[in-house]
């Protein structure tokens, strides 16, 4: 009897021990698989995560691309005018400077004020030199004077205009330097 219960024991025994092995084979599989499956989750995450950057970049760079066109846009826009406005320019000085009668002068001012209100509709604006200091972005000293202030410009020979902030013409200027 107890050789018969020996070897139903070991045989109990070699059925669980295979049984075990078979659990311990089937978790190792489930644990490859799933370091598997994480190691693709990871390398898809970081994939995703190169292609999201490369997209906001290149949305990024279209932004940059459209604001810098519609800047170039405007800017052309703004001086599309500029060759025909400065070539007014002569005949706005000349209505200026025109020795009239008191008639002419009083049927041709509200002519030339009409004449730079248009042009100032545009963005053509009178660059103020006389009493200012000295701005060689703006003026141009065509003598100095030793009346008047140290680099303030004294007499306006010549007006100035810019159109849309961009100098068109200098102030041609006398400057006082003591």
Request: glycine share 4%.
């Amino acid at each position: 009897m107890s050789s018969e219960r020996k070897i139903k024991v070991n045989h109990d025994n070699t059925i669980t021990y295979e049984m075990e092995k078979s659990r311990i084979r089937t978790m190792m599989q489930y644990y490859r698989e799933s370091r598997r499956l994480e190691k693709e989750n990871t390398d898809l995450m970081d994939q995703i995560k190169t292609i999201k950057d490369s997209y906001i970049r290149q949305r990024a760079e279209m932004e940059n691309y459209l604001k810098a066109k519609e800047r170039e846009l405007n800017y052309a826009i703004k001086s599309s005018n500029k060759e025909m406005i400065k070539s007014l320019l002569p005949f706005i000085d000349s209505l200026d400077s025109a020795n009239m009668s008191e008639e002419q002068r009083s049927f041709l001012a509200p002519l030339r004020d009409q004449l730079r209100k248009i042009l100032s509709s545009y963005g053509l604006n009178q660059i103020n030199a006389k009493g200012q200091k000295f701005d060689p972005y703006l003026h141009e000293a065509l003598a100095v004077t030793d009346q008047g202030e140290n680099g303030i410009v004294y007499e306006e020979i010549q007006k100035g205009y810019k159109l849309n902030d961009e100098v068109l013409r200098t102030s041609k200027v006398i400057v006082g330097k003591r």
